[in-house]
């Protein structure tokens, strides 16, 4: 089960990017029980989550993005969004799209963002 994680790219700093990612067929008759988030992981650091969604679309972010990112899902379409603005540079990093229920976690391929100063 992989999580189709898209929108990455290079931008400058203060720009926006959009990130997107799909379940899988093999989890989308679950999509609307799901916890959704993104994680990023820099070079030489540890994974941090990012941003994450309830089924109810209760969502919190990590202090550093506070403000200037929005995650979003639309469960009609099986997907889950980051609406990132104002990047900096210290928000390069490989971003990852995750599902998580009852303990069990579901992984994408990650999407590079690259800001440049």
């Known amino acids: 089960v992989q999580l189709q994680a898209s929108g990455g790219g290079l931008v400058q700093a203060g720009g926006s990017l959009r990130l997107s990612c799909a379940a899988p067929?093999?989890?989308?008759?679950?999509?609307?029980?799901?916890?959704m988030a993104w994680y990023r992981q820099a070079p030489g650091k540890q994974r941090e989550l990012v941003a994450r969604?309830?089924?109810?679309?209760?969502?919190n972010y990590v202090d550093s993005v506070r403000g200037r990112f929005t995650i979003s899902r639309v469960n009609a379409r099986k997907t889950v969004h980051l609406q990132m603005k104002s990047l900096k540079p210290e928000d390069t990093a490989v971003y990852y799209c995750?599902?998580?229920?009852?303990?069990?976690?579901?992984w994408g391929q990650g999407t590079l963002v690259t800001v440049s100063s």
């Open positions: 995750n599902a998580e229920r009852t303990g069990t976690n579901y």
């Open positions: 067929r093999t989890i989308t008759s679950v999509f609307n029980s799901l916890n």
């Open positions: 969604i309830t089924p109810g679309g209760s969502t």
